[in-house]
């Protein structure tokens, strides 16, 4: 599956940026769907994830309350709805997929190495 992530781009910090990620293999319902960034001389770090079945959320600390994870499967899409942006959200956007068992939560969801699917990503800068 290969995904494709959009709607990156320049905005001031308090602002909001939403982020799509679809494929035109497959459908996305069938995967938990996540996102991760990356920030220039960084690793890449998790950022929320999305389960397939019963739909629950987890997030970083540094996004709780920020950030949300949502599906619309009619349209085969994965959001990243982001609010109140700061200067350090600045970073390359992943979206991934996995089929890996949401065995213990977010620890399962927010290590990279269970991505079984990743798009290229999609560049957000916060300016201050």
């Known amino acids: 599956v290969q995904l494709q992530a959009s709607g990156g781009g320049l905005v001031q910090a308090g602002e909001s940026l939403r982020l799509s990620c679809t494929t035109s293999?497959?459908?996305?319902?069938?995967?938990?769907m996540t996102w991760f960034r990356q920030a220039p001389g960084k690793e890449r770090e998790f950022v929320a994830a999305l389960t397939w079945n019963i739909g629950r959320t987890y997030y970083a600390d540094s996004v709780q309350g920020r950030f949300t994870i949502a599906r619309d499967n009619a349209k085969n899409t994965v959001y990243l709805q982001m609010s109140s942006l700061k200067p350090e959200d600045t970073a390359d956007y992943y979206c991934a997929a996995t089929v890996v068992p949401d065995l213990k939560g977010i620890v399962t969801m927010s290590r990279a190495a269970n991505m079984k699917f990743w798009g290229k990503g999609t560049q957000v800068t916060v300016s201050s």
């Open positions: 293999e497959g459908t996305l319902s069938n995967y938990h």
